[in-house]
């Protein structure tokens, strides 16, 4: 019972994951060139960019939608995110001499679920090429690379 109670604790709504992390961003030397998405607007959550680095970040956010964890809706979460990034990814995608980075943010009581999920398709993994942002309730970011998440 203890650990469900920790984890309604922990559960952050998308629009509480995209804050925190526009504000971690903004820290770091990103500016956001995009505003919040408004309910039904398809674009990218956070778009920003880092003037010194010369790169764009764009990154899909997810988060818990009620009061009830449940397994199902993050795995629900996990492939809707991946569809969502790859829909909008250039044809170039995650190279690394592009200009622009590709990311999702979720909350980090969800890392369990979708690294499991992720290593189960390695090589597709592999090819995206993603940036993870761990969100905690505490208003911290955690930043993975493709490869230190699947670890």
Known sequence: MKGSTQLVK?????????????????????????DPRKVGQHDWDIKAFH????????????????????????????????????????????NPNKGRIYAIGIPKTWEGIFQRKARKMKYGWDFLKLRIFLVNSNKTVEEKTYRQFLR
Do not use: P
């Not at 922990?10 to 995009?34: A, C, F, P, S």
């Not at 492939?79 to 995608?93: C, E, F, K, L, N």
């Open 51 to 94: 003037s010194k680095r010369r790169k764009t970040l764009l990154i899909e956010c997810k988060g818990d939608s009620n009061s009830k964890y449940n397994t199902q809706k993050i795995f629900g979460a996990f492939w809707t995110s991946i569809g969502q990034v790859m829909a909008r990814m250039d044809i170039q995608g995650n």
């Open 10 to 34: 922990d559960m952050l709504k998308e629009d509480q994951v995209g804050k925190i992390l526009r504000n971690h961003l903004k820290m770091k030397g990103w500016t956001e060139t995009n």
